[in-house]
């Protein structure tokens, strides 16, 4: 049976890699109606519930339910994402669309983010519409498009725009179960429970126009932006500390000296590849991303502007981030236009209750007495937009070795891959939580 389960998971995975499902960020890119028509081959045979969801030409999510027999029991639903982001082709040694499978490793774009996990959990639910009797509970697994971009055309706007198609209510999605390197050797894994929101600004500053040939008297828009942009980098956000924070830096098991410093927020390089992580885990992070300022040689641009990649975590307002912005630009704030592009409140759900209680238990078949330690994405998925609807949501994946360090260099990397031993160990870790949850 386990391997019944895992020849579907990975014949599965690699058709969703070679269809090359490729998000540019754009509308017209992505083309997941591939995939959806992939999974929906994949499911013949079974009578599930489907839903198609075409909000832009070739923008395909879909969606298969299992009705469970007792409508009062706990619903799940599988929010796995099925666009990739772009491959630069050229930085690569494997084919980023051919899903080739070498050394016990399955490389493509997408592998590790998240077709690996949307294969696994497509998997599960077949399996479960297969069974002599239903589960008790409803199960949905949803292939979203979109995700890459911010779900606008694909879970966002599901929950915009077909939030009664399932249950929002407990869903579970990427990125989970890697393993930390802990201090004394022991272990700990690594469960996804929230994520940081995003305070996208612009700022523009203006200047005078004139002939590139004739500068004396003029006040440059460029060397006052650059001037914003230095003092912007400068900021230095406080650490936040709270309990999601303080667990996870004591699951390191550091020395005290060490450990305290983490605490305060200082001395991220002791905890190796892992550092940058977690400086975003437990600071406001503000990044300059984007300059522009003129569009010809021999013309004194009157405007330039510089975009911001701020990442709030749970509890900081927009109103915050902008007060923020004006302390470090100093006498140069009233200069400054600060404009609001993609703004979302961080979300977190808590690390207690009955889907958490049942992520916790099977870890523990799987890893038996290691710990399971919450913690915050710095990056988005789809799970926010659940928590939103009033649900929970938890990355949940399960891998053999992989430590978190080594997870997130995979994302969105050159050579991406995952291992097939991973795939196995998700699909099995998937069949264990869906009937320990629903009773299946």
Known sequence: ?????????????????????????????????RNADTLARFFDGTDVKVQRFEPHPGRVSIAFTVEGSDPDAEPLTLLGHTDVVPADTGKWTQDPFAADE????????????????????AAVTRE??????????????????D???RGGLGAGWLAENAADAFSWKNCLSEEGGSHLPVADGSDAIAVVVGEKGAAQRRLTVRGDAGHGSIPYGRESAIALIAEVARRVAALEPEVRSDDLWEN????????????????????????????????????????????RAGSAINVLPSTAYLELDIRPLPGQTQEDIDALLRSGLGDLAE???????????????????????AIVDTIGEFFPDVPVVPILSAGGSDLRFGRRQGGVGYGFALHRTATLGGVLDQLHGHDEYVEVQDVELTAQAYRSLVRRFLGA
């Not at 389960?5 to 992505?30: F, H, M, P, Q, R």
């Not at 070498?102 to 959990?121: E, N, Q």
């Not at 983490?262 to 406001?284: I, K, P, Q, T, V």
């Open 1 to 33: 049976m386990a391997s019944s389960l895992t020849d579907s998971t990975l014949d599965l995975l690699k058709e969703l890699i070679s269809n090359a499902c490729v998000n540019d960020l754009t509308a017209d890119s992505g083309h997941e109606v």
């Open 102 to 121: 070498v050394d016990g490793r399955i490389y493509g774009r997408g592998a590790t983010d998240m077709l690996y996990i949307t294969a696994a959990m």
């Open 128 to 145: 479960v519409a297969l069974a002599d009797t239903p589960p008790r509970g409803t199960l949905t697994f949803v292939g979203c498009a």
């Open 147 to 149: 995700e890459e971009a």
């Open 248 to 291: 996870y830096v004591r699951a390191f098991r550091f020395d005290p000296d060490t450990e305290q410093e983490l605490l305060e927020g200082r001395n991220y390089d002791a905890l190796g590849d892992l550092a940058r992580n977690s400086h975003a885990m437990s600071h406001l992070t503000i990044s300059p991303t984007v300059l």
């Open 335 to 357: 200069r400054v236009e600060i404009e609001h592009l993609i703004t979302e409140d961080a979300t977190v759900s808590p690390a207690e209750g009955p889907l958490f209680s």
